[in-house]
């Protein structure tokens, strides 16, 4: 039986399979443990209300117009929350870790094809074992899905290069369009660029210069606009923000004319090393080797690094830069270090010797580092009886000794983003209280309550209300005054928090006291 499982392991077929167990395991193993954090805040907050109010094509953060990425990319989210039956850490991320597992299986099939065999076995591992690709693949964003859709398409063009057929020039549209629907253009640019240099060579992009390429694209084109001609259909007429508007916004004026994240010009120089870490020393070796001999490289691997070339001038003389900008280069970087691992090995195979168990060990190593950290002793950070979390358990438990939880209303007051998923109760939507707003700062609840019936133009009960707030510094609460009447519930420290002596904001809730009869 042993034997039998070593020799299936052995094959390409137990191989692969052991390849995505793995990525699976690194990939979901303490997923639903992890509070939200930076970004995927904000998709998490969109999505709870499209689904709280059924509105699918007006995006709101916490109660503003918030128009900053594509539509799908949140529905993919609400999707998950209908299939699970709600939304949580699970639903909120599973889009993201299943385009990173799409992804690692994606490299191997491209590092098979265009490379000696083993290639995409080994870029498959590294990928998967890449710190920062897995981080950022636990975390629910926008960024792993385009770079599963630019491997994708690279993925597609390289099963037949030289195909002119409409159906191919179809998918590969259509792969485009739908990259660029969940963070923007880059879904076109990037694969147009990767593929360039191979295009370019010996005059191929000559072959598909045809009528049937322009009906593949004005197909694509029209797939892309979809969403946003349903926005501008079924969306509110008084919505102030356009998903057009936003597409020029920030992928041409942030391109040229940055208004935020403004990165050195060195940023990628500095970052591609580190998000390809531990494995980025295998790929500047194989840079330096296959540029060192480059007549006598091979043509897939020269097109390789034209590619990495081009999208690392793309991303630098961009305007606007940040870290993890860098993750479309991670898979080619990966591929080109597995190219120089398997070139190395071939070379001592042909010099007569043989290769250790170095290389399958510290893969394995990378793979219990990352399970530790990102599976282990990061969502034990969040744990301790603290945090946002445990917050939103107190609230719920003691509202819940007054009445059901559905039937409370909550006014959330400019509070934390990873807070309104945490407090779902399925009743009325939240109601958001702008950070500019007039709201009494002192006085009593009676007062702050005529204010809420006049802003919102609805009727309150006193009873049934839980007030929540953000603040910085607990002795100094915005809304301490409700104390008088209402029991307050505050953030406690999680193990992070006192693990790292951390002093962080926190939320506050003002719940209601039950009034007892003289």
């Known amino acids: 039986m042993k034997k039998s499982l070593v020799s ?12 995505l167990g793995v990525s699976a395991l690194l990939l979901l193993f303490g997923l639903g443990a992890r509070e939200l954090w930076g970004p995927e805040t904000r998709w998490a907050n969109i999505a709870l209300q499209m689904l709280q109010t059924g509105d699918y094509f007006d995006p709101y953060l916490k109660g503003m117009p918030y128009y900053d990425k594509p539509l799908p990319s949140y529905w993919l989210i609400t999707a998950t929350a209908h299939l699970m039956g709600g939304l949580g850490h699970w639903s909120l991320r599973l ?52 770079v599963c859709g630019v491997l994708g398409a690279v993925w597609w063009y390289w099963r037949g290069p030289n195909d002119t057929r409409l159906s191919r020039y ?58 946003f001609l349903l926005s501008h259909r079924y969306g509110t007429p008084t919505y102030e923000q356009s998903g057009l508007d936003l597409v020029f916004r920030e992928n041409v004026v942030r391109f040229f004319h940055p208004f935020d994240q403004f990165g050195p010009i060195y940023t990628y120089l500095l970052y591609l090393p ?63 270090a597995a190219w120089w691992v398997t070139r190395r090995m071939a070379e001592r195979e042909a010099a007569g010797k043989v ?58 007051v400019d509070v934390d983003n990873k807070l309104p998923m945490y407090l779902q109760n399925h009743g009325s ?17 009676t007062a702050l309550m005529a204010w809420l019936e006049k802003k919102s133009g609805e009727r309150w009960n ?22 008088a009447d209402h029991q307050l519930i505050t953030t406690r420290p999680d193990n992070g928090a006192r693990l790292f002596h951390a002093h962080e904001s926190g939320s506050a809730a003002y719940i209601p006291k039950v009034k007892t009869g003289d």
Request: aromatic share 16%.
């Open 8 to 19: 299936f392991l052995k094959s390409d077929q137990g191989a692969l399979l052991l390849l």
């Open 95 to 146: 889009p993201s870790v299943l385009s990173a597992w799409l992804s690692v299986w994606l490299v191997y099939l491209i590092g098979e094809q265009l490379y000696r065999k083993g290639t995409g076995l080994i870029a498959g591992w590294f990928l998967a074992t890449t710190f920062f690709f897995v981080f950022w693949a636990r975390v629910a964003t926008a960024d792993i899905l385009t």
């Open 170 to 227: 179809l998918v590969f549209f259509l792969i485009l369009a739908l990259t660029s629907l969940f963070k923007g253009l880059i879904g076109f640019i990037l694969p147009g660029l990767i593929l360039l240099p191979h295009l370019l060579g010996e005059g191929r992009w000559k072959n598909h210069l045809n009528p049937r390429l322009c009906l593949a694209l004005l197909v694509a084109g029209a797939f892309y606009m979809l969403p």
């Open 274 to 336: 580190v998000y390809t870490l531990p494995w980025a020393p295998c790929w500047i070796l194989g840079l330096w080797v296959a540029v060192r001999s480059w007549k006598h490289t091979e043509p897939n691997v020269r097109w390789l690094i034209g590619g990495l070339g081009l999208l690392f001038l793309f991303f630098t003389a961009s305007g606007s830069r940040r870290s993890y900008y860098v993750l479309p280069l991670v898979p080619f970087a990966q591929l080109l």
């Open 355 to 412: 290769s250790g168990p170095g290389w399958t060990k510290g893969i394995a190593g990378a793979a219990v580092f990352l399970w530790l950290i990102l599976g282990v002793a990061y969502p034990w950070t969040n744990g301790g009886d603290g945090g946002v979390m445990q917050f939103t358990r107190d609230v719920r438990a003691e509202a819940s000794k007054t009445a059901p939880w559905n039937e409370w209303r909550l006014v959330l």
């Open 429 to 445: 939507p939240f109601y958001y209280v702008l950070p500019d707003s007039d709201l009494p700062k002192t006085g009593d609840s």
């Open 462 to 483: 006193p009873e049934r209300t839980i007030i929540f707030e953000q603040y910085e510094n607990i002795n100094r609460l915005p809304l301490g005054y409700l104390t």
